[in-house]
């Protein structure tokens, strides 16, 4: 156990819906990190958030958003789903930007 | 296309020998470089990092080389064991100072033969 949960473990949902996708960092860290991925793509940055606020944006679709609470844990919302969204999609943690991440074991979204 | 890369895909040892992965990167800028193992259906595991100011760290039976003169990463494993089989990813920090997300290479498979 890496100390980052994430939640579903395996998500299926149809084309055009809208999913959330749950991240609790390990104990103490500040900075959550979500990332894609996908076989052709390998791992994507989409968004880091350091202590509630949005710290930086990588390759997010507008059809993605995220945020994190005063608890420290963060979603990721994923809306108008394509079938190209399936992917497994990976949270990380870090005390502080700059260091090491753990990334938890991850949320495998299926689009059918 | 991305910046930061593994040379092979795909490597294939015997067990018991060392493994060398390589990995180049092209930002100059970058300043922590760290490397990660996944195993089949789990999330990347943190092997072992190093900062720009070192050319070499060393962990358990891991050994990190950095050379910023040719902007080159290599990861080598001693007495590679079967447990050692997972897909291992380099990757950079660009910012140059800490913060954002790191760029990851898309990864070689480490294959151990009996």
């Known amino acids: 156990d890496s100390g980052v949960t994430q939640t579903p473990k395996h998500l299926i949902t149809a084309t055009g819906q809208r999913v959330t996708l749950r991240c609790s960092p390990r104990s103490g860290d500040l900075s959550v990190y979500w990332y894609q991925q996908s076989l052709d793509q390998g791992l994507q940055f989409l968004i880091q958030y350091y202590n509630g606020e949005e710290r930086a944006k990588g390759n997010i679709l507008e059809r993605f958003s995220a945020q994190q609470f005063p608890d420290l844990h963060s979603e990721l919302n994923l809306s108008s789903l394509e079938l190209g969204d399936s992917a497994l999609y990976f949270c990380?943690?870090?005390?502080?930007?700059?260091?090491?991440?753990?990334f938890g074991s991850g949320t495998r979204l299926t689009v059918v | 296309g991305e910046s930061v890369g593994l040379h092979l895909p795909t490597l294939s040892v015997q067990e018991g020998d060392n493994s060398i992965i390589n990995c180049a990167y092209s930002n100059s800028a970058s300043d922590y470089f760290i490397w990660y193992k996944q195993e089949s259906g789990k999330g990347p595991q943190f092997i072992i990092d190093i900062r720009s100011n070192m050319d070499k760290r060393q962990g358990q039976r891991v050994t990190v080389l950095l050379n910023k003169t040719v902007k080159h990463l290599s990861l080598q494993i001693a007495a590679t064991q079967p447990g050692d089989s997972a897909v291992y990813f380099c990757a950079e920090n660009r910012s140059g100072g800490g913060a954002d997300g790191l760029t990851f290479g898309k990864g070689t498979h480490l294959i151990i033969q009996p």
């Open positions: 990380a943690s870090s005390v502080a930007p700059g260091y090491g991440y753990t």
